[in-house]
Nanobody, 125 residues
């Protein structure tokens, strides 16, 4: 599975960006997630969506500001980011957790099997 993330950029605080992640292949029970890594920090969970059912989970600091969605026909996942804050500045990565059966959502990066290269989001105050 190859993943291509896009949509990053520089915005002022309060602004919006929409990230996209196109997958070369995605299967019905897979999970697709967004993670981010700020300079000097560990990679952290942002949001995840299950491909078949569309179940979602968000990290608390982005809940209510970010919205994860998917387009099954295009094998593409999105992250709409509104009310951006300087602390959202990071490289954002999309990832796929490959599974052949229905399993609970998991936030740990180590549980994800495929990763895109990342797209940089910079939020200035």
């Amino acid at each position: 599975v190859q993943l291509q993330a896009s949509g990053g950029g520089s915005v002022q605080a309060g602004g919006s960006l929409r990230l996209s992640c196109a997958a070369s292949a995605i299967f019905s029970q897979n999970h697709m997630g967004w993670f981010r890594q700020a300079p000097g920090k560990d990679r952290e969970f942002v949001a995840v969506i299950t491909w078949r059912d569309g179940n979602k989970d968000y990290e608390d600091s982005v809940r209510g500001r970010f919205t994860i969605s998917r387009d099954n026909a295009k094998n593409t996942m999105y992250l709409q980011m509104n009310s951006l804050k300087p602390e959202d500045t990071a490289i954002y990565y999309c990832a796929v957790r490959a599974t052949a059966r229905r399993i609970p959502i998991n936030r740990l990066p180590s549980n994800y099997d495929y990763w895109g290269r990342g797209t940089l989001v910079t939020v200035s105050s």
